[in-house]
């Protein structure tokens, strides 16, 4: 995917969501030391959440935040699809269905009764999902939230004529280039070794472990990581709640078995 703005002008991107918290795009808003520049090279040409004025496709790039939860969505995500040359998936709702995909293990129908009067039956709710169950995904952005650096490197590269290239190690790499202190040989549950890098070690660097807001690190040996957890004590309700908090609905980690 080529795109060169000295040839074509501005390119014309879009900044979209579906359901989710909205703090994805809050990152791209809190931008604000490259923003200016960012304008002079791009065109906001639908950007609800930053602006009143905004006109559908097509659009060089869309940026979609949020998963898939209802018909209506499904509908909206490949309309964008069909209007976008290049679709990034903004965030691990988008990439992997989010916090909101715990639900998926859950009994939908049992809550609909429980929380509405009548049977909820007027409540759309699919299985949450990420948005390449329903169509194809040119660029995953992981993280929740995004990492603002990235937004900015995925730009600049689209920009300069260069297809965007997703980080293939985990965050522990980063973590260790850092030099900072290993919290799971201190016994505490790190999500670090199976997840994807990016963030810099955000959460390590201020000594909390990483809870895999990342995502599964493709080459993750999960089996080895979940052993390892284990004759660290660390229980396998514990462990489950871990794999089950950001990115439950990812491939590699729906059908997981802990036990
Ligand atoms: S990935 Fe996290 S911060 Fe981004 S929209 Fe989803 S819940 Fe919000
Ligand atoms: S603290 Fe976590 S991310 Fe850092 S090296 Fe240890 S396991 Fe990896
Ligand atoms: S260290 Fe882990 S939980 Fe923290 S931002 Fe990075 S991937 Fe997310």
Known sequence: MIFLVSDKGKLKVAILGLTCCGGCQLEILNLEPVLLDLVEVIELVNFPEAQSENKDGPYDVAFVEGSVTTREEIERIKNIRKESKFLVALGTCACYGGVQSIRNFGDVEEARKQVYDDDGSHIDALPATGLDEHVNVDYYMRGCPVDRSEIVDVLTSLLIGKTPEPKHYSVCVECKLAEYACLLNEGKLCMGPVTNAGCKARCPAVSVPCDGCRGPYDQANLESFIEIL????ISVED????????TSWAPQY?????I
């Open 239 to 246: 462990i489950l709640r871990k794999f089950r908090m950001y």
């Open 230 to 233: 284990k004759e660290k004590k």
């Open 254 to 258: 729906r059908n997981l078995k802990v």
